[in-house]
């Protein structure tokens, strides 16, 4: 669309907003705008969120999990309300071989969602709507927290398998709740407001491997459960390592090094054959490369915070 551009005095040029964007986005006299300039274009933007995403989703042969991923996936891309429709009251839990109440499942996944709620409940349907407001200003705070997160949970994992505590390695599975909290907003916001134009796609890229990464710690916490024995002293000593080099990205991550990122990539080489070399009970090999997957996503996030460096 084109606008003509109206002269005020002698150096005062204004142009009018497009009423549709208006209306959506509630923009009222005295409002700030933010202008950014980029290359022949001025970009108009505001904090105010579109209240009008909505979407509408049949949740008719998911399984629990499925299910849980769907919500997770529609509250990550920023919708604001999402009506769900579904016929049949259960799902298969496959992880536990039971049937699930379907409404059950849907008010566990959005208690782990940041500012969204289930304000309307009937036998086949439900609306989740959001309740509250979000700004890209939480994001940097938000990030950190969330690499705290992760680094808490990780500690705690190698931490209760060296000590053989349970009642510690127990704990996993909240910590892992609370971290994809946290990883669901981040991205949210990413997809709602935008964080950096140029490096988006980069922190959305670490921030799905660090929910990836949360996954491996609570698979791994599963696993040590199942075991009747306690590890030996090596394979305590390789995670202990995978764990060190948890703590080196983070570091990495908050402060661009080469060194830490060379020290990165040879620990991984170095713990893979050390991994490679293991005879041990097949059951603590298990129990090794299942953490020992954290070391791959670390690799990739490592060539996603060189990005953003540059």
Known sequence: MQRKVIQIANSTHLISLPRDWIRKYNVKKGDALELTEKNN?????????DNTQEVSVNLDGLDRTSIMLMLRSLYRLGYDAIEIHFHNQTATHH????????????????????GVEIVQQRE????????????????AILLRRTF???????????EGIKKNDKVLVET????????TKFVSYCLRLLNKRGFSEKHDKNYYHILANIDLITDMIKYTARYYLQLKNKPSAKSVE????????VQKYQE?????????????IL?????????AKMHSHQSEILLVNNFAQVLELLKDIVECRIALEY
């Not at 705290?148 to 190698?158: E, M, Q, R, T």
């Not at 390789?238 to 080099?245: A, G, R, T, Y």
């Not at 620990?267 to 991994?275: A, F």
């Open 252 to 264: 990495f991550f908050f402060k661009f090094n080469k060194e830490l990122m060379n020290s990165i």
């Open 124 to 139: 086949n349907y439900c609306l989740i709507k959001n309740i509250s407001t979000s700004s890209i200003d939480d994001f």
């Open 148 to 158: 705290g997160l992760l680094i808490d949970a990780s500690n705690d994992l190698v």
């Open 95 to 114: 992880r536990t071989m039971k049937e699930v109440k379907i409404i059950s499942i849907i008010h566990e996944e959005v208690n782990r969602l940041v």
């Open 41 to 49: 274009s001025v970009i108009v933007s505001t904090d105010k969120i």
């Open 172 to 179: 996993i599975e909240e910590k892992h709740d609370t971290l």
């Open 238 to 245: 390789i995670l202990e390592k995978i764990n060190k080099c």
């Open 267 to 275: 620990n991984r080489d170095e713990i893979l054959r050390e991994i």
